[in-house]
C-alpha cells in the first residue's frame, strides 16, 4: 500500500528556515512526480512545490525563490527546504504524488498525517 511519512516541521519564528523530510514507500517513488501540499486552517489544501520524476521544479508564487523541494530516488525520499519562513506558510505539510505538475492529473488518494509548521514570533 502507498504511504508517505512527514516529518521536520516544528515552531520557527519569522525569517527562520525549516527543512522538511517524506519517506514514500509502496510505489515506485523514482517514477512518480512528486509535490509538496500544505492546507492551512480554514484553507484549502495547495500545492506548494513539485518535482517531475526527471527533476524539474514548479513552486507556486507564494513560495518562489524561498523554498526549495528536492528528491533522492535512491531512498525514496523526498525533501522540502523553507527559508525566510512567514507567519503564512503556517500549515500542515503533506507529500504525495504530484502528476499536475507537467500534465493533467490529481495526487494520490493515500494522505499521510502530514508535519505542522508554525511560524510565529
Known amino acids: 500500500q502507498v504511504q508517505f511519512v512527514e516529518s521536520g516541521g516544528g515552531l520557527v519564528q519569522p525569517g527562520g528556515s525549516l527543512r522538511l523530510s517524506c519517506a514514500a514507500s509502496?510505489?515506485?517513488?523514482?517514477?512518480?512526480?512528486m509535490g509538496w501540499y500544505r492546507q492551512a486552517p480554514g484553507k484549502q489544501r495547495e500545492l506548494v512545490a513539485g518535482i517531475s520524476r526527471g527533476g524539474s521544479t514548479k513552486y507556486a508564487d507564494s513560495v518562489k525563490g524561498r523554498f526549495t523541494i528536492s528528491r533522492d530516488n535512491a531512498k525514496n525520499m523526498m525533501y522540502l527546504q523553507m527559508n525566510n519562513l512567514n507567519p503564512e506558510d503556517t500549515a500542515v505539510y503533506y507529500c504525495?504524488?504530484?502528476?499536475?505538475?507537467?500534465?493533467?492529473?490529481?495526487?494520490?488518494?493515500?494522505w499521510g498525517q502530514g508535519t505542522q509548521v508554525t511560524v510565529s514570533a
Open positions: 509502496g510505489m515506485i517513488f523514482r517514477f512518480s512526480h
Open positions: 504525495n504524488t504530484a502528476p499536475q505538475v507537467v500534465a493533467s492529473g490529481a495526487p494520490t488518494e493515500y
